[in-house]
């Protein structure tokens, strides 16, 4: 399984972080299977950063094997999706690029893809999902995937060109302005629509 992550796909976000606001392919990062956090399994902050920020996504999971999907059949090729979190130690992000290394670190540390339960498609269109983020019990952050740079199925048409897709990878779709620290103690939640789908805590 592979967790595939789109960054910088929303131009509010990209304003807010001071990054390129224009970019002309999709930027992709990955993050190891040991990233992944579910089930409503509690997030322990990492003693190697004092800036662990929330950026709330929409993530879709493969159900088939594929390569060089085009973008008209990328549809073909998940049926789910839910509410994600990638977590990301913001002050070693800040580290590496002033010094213009990888950040991998900073995204793909362990317990970093934290998803909630996935929820079927039929009926919903997703390119056009709202979606927000409650932390404890005030909305942090709220968008849309109409707002998406580059929609679901560009990323799965690209993505594709260069890594075979298999059964139950996810891809994080990217997200919107709004990102911040979290602390011990935090609860977070995450919706689609009115749909509560993500529900764990901060240790």
Same mark, same amino acid.
């Given at each position: 399984m592979k967790i595939i992550c789109a960054g910088m796909n929303y131009t509010a976000h990209?304003?807010?972080?001071?990054?390129p606001l224009i970019v002309e392919t999709p930027v992709i990062f990955m993050k190891p299977d040991t990233a992944l956090l579910k089930d409503g399994k509690p997030f322990y902050l990492p003693d190697f950063s004092s800036d662990m920020q929330y950026e709330t996504e929409i993530v879709v999971r493969i159900n088939r094997l594929g390569k060089n999907i085009a973008k008209r059949?990328?549809?073909?090729?998940?049926?789910?999706?839910?509410?994600?979190i990638d977590m990301t130690a913001r002050d070693l992000q800040r580290n590496f690029r002033q010094e213009g290394l990888p950040w991998e670190l900073?995204?793909?540390?362990?317990?970093?893809?934290?998803?909630?339960? &996935?929820?079927?498609? *039929?009926?919903?269109?997703?390119? !056009?999902l709202p979606f927000h983020l409650a932390i404890d019990g005030k909305t942090v952050q709220e968008s849309n995937t109409a707002f998406m740079r &580059?929609?679901?199925? *560009?990323i799965i048409e690209y993505v !594709?060109?260069?890594?075979t897709l298999k059964m139950g990878d996810l891809i994080f779709t990217g997200t919107p302005a709004g990102v911040g620290k979290v602390e011990i103690g935090n609860h977070l939640q995450g919706y689609i629509g009115d749909t509560k789908l993500l529900d764990f805590r901060i240790k």
């Open positions: 990209n304003k807010e972080l001071n990054n059949f990328a549809r073909r090729y998940y049926s789910e999706a839910t509410v994600g900073c995204k793909s540390f362990d317990n970093s893809a934290v998803t909630g339960d &996935f929820i079927p498609l *039929e009926g919903l269109e997703i390119d !056009s &580059f929609k679901t199925d *560009e !594709s060109r260069f890594i």
